[in-house]
Each structure stands twice: as C-alpha cells, then as structure tokens.
C-alpha cells in the first residue's frame, strides 16, 4: 500500500513563511498562522515542505478502510494564491461562503487570493465550524 507523502516535519513554520516572495502573502500567511493557533490553541508544524498544519487527526477512508494521519486544519502560500485546508467537504458550509466574499473553493480546500478580498470574521466561523465538525465525520478517535 501506497503511503502518503505529505507528513509532519520538524521545520521551522515562520522560517518558511518569511521566504515567502510576496509580500502581502506572507504577511497575511502570518495574520492566518495566529487566527488558526487562536482557534485550535496548538503549535503549527510543517507538514512536508509547503503546508502549515495544526492538529493531527486519523481519518480513515469510508472506501478502502485505509487509515491516515492527517492535519485537523491548515494552509499554505501558494504562488496563485492562499490555500486553506478546512474541512472534507467544503461544501457542507455553503451559507458561511456566500458571504465570505471574493474565493474559489475545491472539495476541501478555500482559496483565498488575499485576506483583504474576504470577512476576516466570517473566516474565523467557517475555521471554527470546520473544527468542530471535522473531516467528513470519519476521525478515528
């Protein structure tokens, strides 16, 4: 079986977002690292070499019965933009979304091109949310 790629490292989390080119990306990588450490009330970890976790959760695959740790919520400074890792199936926060303002979104993913294009607060419910409802349900506690 296939192991997964993306796990947690020991480097260093402001190392990384202060390589971060742009500017206003990295600044708002770090408005991002505080707003999730706030909600979660744990220590962010690089997980593989580009993604900012927090949390460790072990889902497991409702199709195959595989099992893999995970983080509970995160994100990254892509180049096109800032992707945050918030749940299994976005989707499930539908009416949060529709007034977060300017964003794109994937099965789990938010993508956010600057904080300045969305609420600031709202962000901070559809994190909450995410915690407190997990990723598709399938956590391994």
Not at 2 to 7: D, F, L, M, N, R
Not at 48 to 72: H, M, Q, Y
Not at 114 to 119: A, C, H, V, Y
Request: with cysteine.
């Amino acid at each position: 079986m296939a192991e997964i790629k993306t796990k947690p490292t020991s480097g260093s989390v402001e190392d990384f977002i202060n390589k971060v080119p742009d500017e206003k990306k990295r600044k708002d990588s770090f408005v991002l690292l505080e707003m999730m450490k706030q909600a979660t009330g744990e220590e962010p970890k690089m997980w593989g070499s580009s993604l900012i976790g927090f949390g460790n959760v072990r889902l497991k695959s409702p199709a195959t019965g595989r099992e893999v740790d995970w983080l509970r919520i995160g994100f990254s400074p892509r180049k096109a933009n800032l992707s945050l890792y918030l749940c299994g199936d976005i989707r499930q926060h539908d009416a949060a979304l529709k007034k977060l303002g300017k964003h794109k979104t994937g099965v789990g993913c938010l993508y956010i091109n600057k904080l300045e294009d969305i609420d600031l607060q709202v962000l901070k419910e559809l994190i909450q949310a995410s915690l407190d409802r997990g990723f598709f349900g399938n956590e391994i506690k």
